[in-house]
Each structure stands twice: as structure tokens, then as C-alpha cells.
């Protein structure tokens, strides 16, 4: 439905509301005509007693043989007020009239601002719609500038963090590392120290290197010269793989020259044998001697009361000897107890 023909809706709707209103009046006003008429001739009541007040039926008359039907049943006397009542009901339909056309005229011209209203504001949206997608575009270019700053901050902490600026105070060199006599595992720590310490003074890896090569005698730098070259397949990337090296080869030996040490001087003495014998076994897996050779020892190494019970014993394997030697020792404990 277009914006016209709702107009023309809302004018045939107010038209009606009027003419009701208006027939409501002019009810009222024949009504009273009517009482003065009743007030001023009182000889002819009984003749208007079947007039009526106003005949809306008086409307649909069209033919002259139907007025004359209505004069002879209403008289002329209300014949001529009906007319009456026309021509001033001519003129206020008049008057309504113009006033539906000045209403009319009056909703054209707010229809006419309307419509320029929703241009103003369709070419306002236009404006908001292109000033949004130019900030769009500017965000976007902000977001990339600001991915940048924050990448340029992080690598500026890394630099910080890494001491790239200011170098660190420069600790002592460690002592030059010649044999197994030397304590593998102090030399390892302080190389390590200085390498994590110092790490600022070592722009690159072969630079570690060549400072823990310069750190070893050439003893020790025999075991790991082939792998200093450069050319091999396996040579060494790392400082800290030469520091694995020396710590499998030296570290080792050391462990096991203490451990053989340390099963030398084990006698069972006055402990009792079975904790005698738990530390000679864990002594003898380290140092992976046979069973006669372990044999030949715990013979040696067993207490004195021990030995003489035993020596009467005929020879046999070493799990047996151990056996009987629980067994005894368990006897010698109750006696002396």
C-alpha cells in the first residue's frame, strides 16, 4: 500500500467520524425545533403526534411520488424546517470540506518533509558506513604497527636478559686439568661456572670450545683431539659435550679407583656377617670380579672366629660358603651372647 492511498484511508475514516458527529448534532437540533414547535402551537398536538423528530429516512428519497408521501405524513410545516435544516447542513458540510483539504494539503507537505528527512538520513548512513570501514582500515594498520613494537620490545628484553650491552665481571680461569689424579668433578664445576658466568664473553660456540681445549693438558687432549677437527662427521658443536667426555673418562676411572679401595680395606672384623656381606657385594658389582676371585677374597676378609670354623670345610662354590658362614655366625653370636 503506498503512502498516498493510506492518506486517502485516513481521510474517507475521518469524513465518516465527522458526518456521525455531525448527524448527532443535527438530531439534537431538530429535537429542540421540535419542542418549540410543541410549546407554541398546542391546538395541533394531536396532529404531530405521529410527525416524526427527524426522519433519517428522509435521506434515501428520490422520487417526487416519495416526497409527497413524506409531506402528507409529516405536514409542510416540517417540510420546510427539513430544508432549513439542508442548507445549514450544506454549509457545514461546505466548511468540512475545506477543512479535509486543508488536512490533506497539511499531510502532503509532512509527507514531503518526511521523505526528505529519510534522504538526509539515508545519505547520513552512507557517511557513518564510509567513516567506519576508514577506521576499520586504520585499526588494522594499528594492530600492525603495535605487533611490531611488541615484537622490538621482546627481542630488547632478550638482549637485556642476555647481558648483550654490558659484559660481565670476568671470572678466573680454572685450573689446567692434567690426570685422574686431579678431582675431575671440581674442574668440571668450575668449567661449567665460567662458561654459564662468562657466557657474555663467548659471542659464539667455537669460542667455549676453544677455551675448555686450552683448559686441558695434552695428555688429556689426546683422548678428544680426533674429534677436534673440523671436518669429521662427529666432531664437537658444544663446549659441553668435551666436559661430558672428559667426565665419562676420568670421572669413571676415579669411581673405580676408589671403589677398589675401598673393597681392599673391607674386613668383616666385628660386624655381624650378613651386613659384612651386603657391602662386599655391592663392592665387588662395581668392581666385576669372578666368583673364585670373590671367593679367594671374602675367605681372607671374614672375621678370625670365622676362619677357623671354616678352614676344616672341603672346598666349595661361593654361594655354599656364604651359607654356611650366615649359619655360623649365627651360632657364634648366641654363644658369645
Do not use: G, P
Not at 78 to 90: E, G, R, S, T
Not at 132 to 145: C, D, G, H, P, Y
Not at 282 to 305: G, M, P, V
Amino acid at each position: 500500500m503506498t503512502r498516498s492511498t493510506e492518506l486517502e484511508s485516513v481521510s474517507i475514516t475521518c469524513y465518516k467520524l465527522q458526518n456521525a458527529e455531525r448527524e448527532s448534532l443535527l438530531s439534537q437540533n431538530w429535537t429542540a425545533s421540535e419542542e418549540e414547535n410543541t410549546n407554541a402551537s398546542l391546538n395541533t398536538e394531536e396532529k404531530n403526534t405521529n410527525a416524526l423528530l427527524f426522519d433519517h429516512e428522509m435521506i434515501k428519497i428520490s422520487i417526487s411520488t416519495e416526497l409527497n408521501a413524506w409531506i402528507s405524513t409529516h405536514e409542510a410545516d416540517n417540510l420546510v424546517a427539513f430544508i432549513k435544516y439542508i442548507c445549514q447542513q450544506h454549509d457545514i458540510e461546505i466548511e468540512i470540506h475545506n477543512d479535509m483539504i486543508q488536512m490533506l494539503n497539511n499531510i502532503n507537505k509532512i509527507n514531503i518533509k518526511l521523505k526528505a528527512i529519510n534522504i538526509k538520513l539515508k545519505a547520513t548512513q552512507t557517511m557513518l558506513n564510509a567513516v567506519w570501514t576508514r577506521l576499520q582500515k586504520e585499526m588494522k594498520k594499528k594492530n600492525v604497527i603495535i605487533h611490531h613494537l611488541e615484537a622490538t620490545l621482546s627481542w630488547l628484553s632478550t638482549l637485556i636478559s642476555k647481558d648483550w650491552f654490558s659484559k660481565s665481571i670476568k671470572l678466573s680461569d680454572s685450573s689446567l686439568f692434567k690426570d685422574s689424579r686431579q678431582d675431575v668433578n671440581n674442574w668440571l664445576f668450575q668449567m661449567r661456572n665460567k662458561l654459564k658466568m662468562n657466557k657474555n664473553h663467548f659471542s659464539i660456540e667455537e669460542m667455549k670450545i676453544a677455551y675448555v681445549k686450552s683448559r686441558v693438558s695434552e695428555t688429556t687432549i689426546k683422548h678428544i683431539a680426533l674429534r677436534m677437527r673440523n671436518k669429521i662427521m662427529n666432531s664437537f658443536l658444544e663446549a659441553k659435550e668435551i666436559l661430558l667426555i672428559i667426565n665419562k673418562m676420568y670421572n669413571n676411572l676415579n669411581q673405580h679407583h676408589m671403589t677398589q679401595r675401598q673393597f681392599l680395606k673391607l674386613y668383616q672384623n666385628k660386624i655381624f656377617f650378613h651386613e659384612f656381606w651386603m657391602k662386599f657385594q655391592r663392592l665387588s658389582a662395581k668392581l666385576k670380579y669372578n666368583n673364585e676371585t670373590l671367593l679367594n677374597d671374602l675367605q681372607h676378609k671374614i672375621s678370625s672366629d670365622l676362619q677357623r670354623v671354616m678352614i676344616n670345610e672341603r672346598t666349595m662354590n661361593l654361594n655354599e660358603f656364604v651359607d654356611i658362614c650366615m649359619q655360623v655366625d649365627v651360632q657364634l653370636t648366641k654363644l658369645n651372647a
